[in-house]
């Protein structure tokens, strides 16, 4: 696992996650998992939120190759560092070899990360905690039928945003909330760009730290599409500019890819049940246009 | 009490069939209780379920029992295809009281053959041909009308008003559509109206013990399942939630894995020798590697095309794709 990544074709081929989970069919966070589990490894061991997740390791059965701890739902990072504290004393007293230390992964969706695990992953950040944490977004509580959380993006519906302008608050920046902890690497990913993200999971796994990912999780379910465009929407997320592709690493934010020409967001929008009020008839054309300005502003500053 | 269990997969609106028959027949003085399956509400995966209504005079204002349902009055089958996957429990619990409506393309007569069931089997002609049956139109609402019908004790009007109620939210052309569908099964099953007997109440008492085989007790290392184990999550066939199967076709495929591959969410493509291959015992069938391949090497065929395939493959000549019972 030291080969360095280029190119496509220097993508794992071999899959590690084990196939038969519960996820849904096109899920884009499961898609995004096992591309981050090729390049971590074997020698993880995952501690998981409660979220859609959650369901990968149901008893008797589990995906991965190494062990997973579940806790509450905002509780994972203080979990992360109870299995890195005594990772650490076994490795002190000679108990554990080195080599056969564990990269801790913290998991979690954006309910947990976005939400109400957010003071216990502060903590974590504030103790320089060694360990990895990938948030999996998509953009509500899916697990329990899309209520919207704080990374429900402005205007969707989800199920506790019914009226005909959906969700009137706007999805909260975390990357720039965990960046200025001024950890060892933040990083948004998306599993319909799996270069962009495995170099970047290369890069954190390598680092020591506090590295965080956030990787936009199109959700056939809750978003309201045909699994089978879960990529193309992926795609479009990061062409519109609605999810920038960036990292944070020696206090420096870069963007890994800058969409020069941007295409209006309504291309990535019509594409989701979330969005359809938006286009009805009688709807006002001003709230698709706040979409656009906000991202448009957003890319002014970059460039 | 009635006792309604509806199978379909996710997808198909059968929570919604549930909650539409629920309020219905509360509309109609019962007490009701309606609950879908939680945890595996997936796409295509197989889901059931259940609605329990009891006439207040003569039960009382409550209903005691909770969960699933093990003996049913009636069970609604709105796709086929799971009467042949076991984990899918369709047939779980039937009796000779019980009334089985199957939405089929095939004849009762065919169903009759193949399940040898005692209960009473109806078939829900299905009208509209799709082939994604994930997709199949307003099921959910053709299911609640035709259980609405044969129950006996629910109103057309009750029925519509259910509708109205429940998918509201969706908006009034969806509420059309599917109040369309509902009053036409009702409408469909206008012979068989009031053929569902209700249940008697069930205690512990007169519990009938399922009959089965003793096995003898293996040691614990041997019969538990080892939860140490890696990623013996292969164990689980989602394969079965497939609707639609995706082929690769090997004389365009550009030997391009990584792009197939990478992008699969549940890692069912595997790379043999730099070629694609793609596991069928657990592929779910989203269709995400067809939009993808750069040459367009990957076809889709719907599921039960690519099974009967399958089986004539595995023995021409002695099946035509029919059962005996249709020659």
Aim: charged residues 20%; negative net charge.
């Amino acid at each position: 696992m030291s080969d360095i990544i280029r190119r496509m074709k220097d993508l794992p081929s071999t899959h590690l996650l084990g196939t038969g989970t519960p996820m849904c069919s096109g899920c884009g966070a499961l898609e995004a998992l096992h591309q981050i589990y090729d390049v971590l490894g074997e020698k993880t061991v995952f501690v998981n939120a409660a979220g859609c997740m959650t369901l990968l390791s149901a008893y008797p059965f589990t995906p991965f190759r190494g062990s997973w701890l579940y806790t509450a739902m905002a509780s994972a990072p203080a979990g992360a560092q109870g299995v890195r504290d005594a990772l650490d004393i076994l490795l002190q007293q000679g108990r554990l070899p080195s080599a056969d230390d564990l990269q801790v992964v913290v998991l979690t969706g954006d309910g947990s990360a976005y939400g109400m695990g957010m003071s216990a992953t502060s903590g974590a950040l504030d103790r320089d905690l060694d360990f990895i944490y990938i948030c999996y977004d998509n953009e509500g509580y899916g697990n329990t039928g899309q209520q919207y959380s704080s990374a429900t993006p402005h205007g969707a519906a989800t199920a506790t945003s019914r009226g005909s302008r959906g969700y009137p608050g706007y999805k909260k920046d975390l990357f720039s909330i965990w960046a200025a902890h001024r950890p060892s690497y933040v990083a948004t990913v998306i599993g319909s760009e799996p270069l962009d993200l495995a170099k970047k999971i290369e890069k954190a796994r390598d680092m020591k730290g506090p590295r965080m990912i956030i990787a936009l999780s199109p959700c056939p379910t809750g978003w309201d599409y045909d699994p089978r465009d879960s990529v193309e929407i992926g795609k479009l997320a990061v062409k519109t500019g609605v999810w920038p592709l960036k990292e944070y690493v020696n206090g420096q934010v870069v963007h890994t890819r800058i969409p020069r020409e941007r295409p209006p967001v309504q291309d990535y929008l019509r594409r989701q049940g979330r969005f359809s009020h938006l286009f009805q008839a009688g709807q006002e054309p001003s709230l698709v246009d706040d979409i656009q300005q906000r991202v448009d502003d957003y890319w002014k500053e970059v460039v | 009490m009635y006792r309604i269990r509806i199978h379909g997969r996710g997808g198909q609106g059968i929570k919604m069939a549930s909650r539409v028959l629920g309020t219905a027949l509360f509309r109609s003085g019962f007490t009701v209780q309606d609950a879908p399956k939680y945890g595996a509400e997936r796409r295509g995966a197989p889901i059931f379920s259940t609605v329990r209504a009891a006439r207040e005079a003569a039960e009382g204002a409550t209903i005691k029992e909770r969960g699933v349902i093990h003996r049913p009055d009636l069970v609604v089958i709105a796709d086929d295809t799971l009467l042949a996957v076991p984990a899918a429990g369709t047939l779980q619990g039937i009796t000779a009281a019980t009334v089985v409506l199957v939405n089929s393309r095939e004849t009762a007569a065919t169903w009759r053959h193949r399940l040898n069931l005692a209960a009473t089997l109806l078939i829900l002609p299905a009208t509209e041909e799709a082939r994604d049956r994930a997709e199949l139109p307003h099921i959910g609402a053709t299911c609640a009308g035709a259980a609405a019908c044969l129950l006996g004790v629910i109103e057309p009007a009750a029925l519509q008003a259910a509708i109205e109620e429940e998918l509201a939210p969706l908006g009034k052309e969806v509420v059309a559509t599917n109040s369309d569908s509902a009053l036409a099964a009702f409408d469909a099953m206008a012979a068989h109206r009031g053929l569902v007997t209700e249940g008697t109440a069930v205690s512990a008492t007169d519990y009938i013990p399922p009959s089965w085989v003793e096995l003898p007790v293996d040691d614990a290392s041997v019969a538990a399942p080892d939860i140490r184990a890696i990623a013996n999550s292969v164990q689980v066939r989602t394969g079965l939630w497939r609707t639609l199967r995706p082929v690769i076709d090997y004389d365009l495929c550009g030997k391009c894995w990584w792009v197939c591959s990478s992008l699969c969410p549940d890692s069912a493509i595997a790379v043999e020798q730099d070629i694609p291959v793609i596991d069928y015992d657990h592929c779910k069938g989203c269709m995400i590697c067809v939009g993808v391949c750069p040459p367009h090497a990957i076809g889709s065929v719907p599921e039960y095309l690519a099974q009967q395939q399958e089986q004539q493959a595995k023995s021409p000549g002695e099946h035509d794709g029919r059962d005996p019972a249709d020659r």
